[in-house]
């Protein structure tokens, strides 16, 4: 079993910036891809970045290049999404997946194995 734990939503201004954490633990894995996605109200969870543990080539979902930035730490297997320039538009619960066993990034939500509990992200205008 793996879990996953997230941190660091807020309500912040347009403009602003965020870091969310997506902490992982649980059972022991070598290759995986953590990504986060987000969901709105009354729309379906959409892919936001993600990035594998095996070659740190980071895929992003075109609405958020050049504004967030995916890493990770290995020795803590934990990935981070630094978020800036937010815009209301990206306001969203955010959630952190985990691909078990995958080496390549997915943006499909169906791919990812495990769920984070979400943390919430408003942006006001």
């Known amino acids: 079993q793996v879990s996953l734990v997230e941190s660091g939503g807020g309500l912040v201004q347009a403009g602003g910036s965020l870091k969310l954490s997506c902490a992982a633990s649980?059972?022991?894995?070598?290759?995986?891809?953590m990504g986060w996605f987000r969901q709105a109200p009354g729309k379906e969870r959409e892919f936001v970045a993600a990035?594998?543990?095996?070659?740190?080539?980071?895929r992003y979902a075109d609405s958020v290049k050049g504004r967030f930035t995916i890493s990770r730490d290995n020795s803590k297997k934990t990935a981070y999404l630094q978020m800036n320039s937010l815009k209301p538009e990206d306001t969203a619960v955010y959630y952190c997946?985990?691909?078990?066993?995958?080496?390549?990034?997915?943006?499909?939500?169906?791919?990812?194995?495990?769920w984070g509990q979400g943390t919430q992200v408003t942006v006001s205008s």
């Open positions: 997946g985990l691909d078990l066993g995958a080496s390549t990034v997915s943006m499909t939500p169906t791919s990812y194995d495990y």
């Open positions: 649980g059972r022991t894995f070598s290759s995986y891809v």
């Open positions: 990035v594998s543990w095996v070659v740190a080539m980071p």
